[in-house]
T-cell receptor, first 115, second 112 residues
Framework: DTGVSQNPRHKITKRGQNVTFRCDPI?????LYWYRQTLGQGPEFLTY????????KSRLLSDRFSAERPKGSFSTLEIQRTEQGDSAMYLC?????????????FGPGTRLTVL | SQQGEEDPQALSIQEGENATMNCSYK?????LQWYRQNSGRGLVHLIL?????REKHSGRLRVTLDTSKKSSSLLITASRAADTASYFC????????????FGQGTTLQVKP
């Protein structure tokens, strides 16, 4: 399968614990995006990478959130000291550079439940 | 804002009927994309229409773009139960980030 993959698909954690999600983009895509989606809403942009550089972070991304893409391939999103409000679907997407249309390809998402 | 607003919020039709959903936006754009999301899944890119295009087709999908009215429409012809999903539009500007800003979407239910 050459699409975007995300792991784990589901994560249940207790408030205060740290969690880490992984995203493997389509191999030739140098852009990688993280979004968060709560029930009944559209996805909200969190951050994006071009290759290994994190070029933009949303104000939604508090200091408890950190994202990395160390080798310009896969990316991780870590949430420290999780809160119940962090419960959401976390979506990863990848694309070619904007000049080629920027159609984004989404992974299946990681559903986080914070108890 | 770059955000698209979809209308209606919910749409229920019978299989075989056509479904039309609309998207309005406020800023100038250089393209607009439509995505579909089945329940609990990731988004699937449906179609991208550039600002210099007025209409685009892909299978049973027809997208129109009216930049003077800052609006787009997505028409699904001969709908099927499998078309049941949420549909989102994402206006795109010529920015460096390419990030997408989504509205709440249109939830389409196609009854068999």
């Amino acid at each position: 399968d050459t699409g975007v993959s995300q792991n784990p698909r589901h994560k249940i954690t207790k408030r205060g614990q740290n969690v880490t999600f992984r995203c493997d983009p389509i191999s030739e895509h140098n852009r990688l995006y993280w979004y968060r989606q709560t029930l009944g809403q559209g996805p909200e942009f969190l951050t994006y990478f071009q290759n290994e550089a994190q070029l933009e972070k949303s104000r939604l991304l508090s200091d408890r959130f950190s994202a990395e893409r160390p080798k310009g391939s896969f990316s991780t999103l870590e949430i420290q000291r999780t809160e119940q409000g962090d419960s959401a679907m976390y979506l990863c997407a990848s694309s070619l550079p904007t000049g080629q249309g920027n159609s984004q390809f989404f992974g299946p998402g990681t559903r986080l439940t914070v108890l | 804002s770059q955000q698209g607003e979809e209308d209606p919020q919910a749409l229920s039709i019978q299989e075989g009927e056509n479904a039309t959903m609309n998207c309005s936006y406020k800023t100038s754009i250089n393209n607009l994309q439509w995505y579909r999301q089945n329940s609990g899944r990731g988004l699937v890119h449906l179609i991208l229409i550039r600002s210099n295009e007025r209409e685009k087709h892909s299978g049973r999908l027809r997208v129109t773009l009216d930049t003077s009215k800052k609006s787009s429409s997505l028409l699904i012809t001969a709908s099927r139960a499998a078309d049941t999903a949420s549909y989102f539009c994402a206006p795109g500007r010529a920015s460096n980030t390419g990030k997408l800003i989504f509205g709440q979407g249109t939830t389409l239910q196609v009854k068999p």
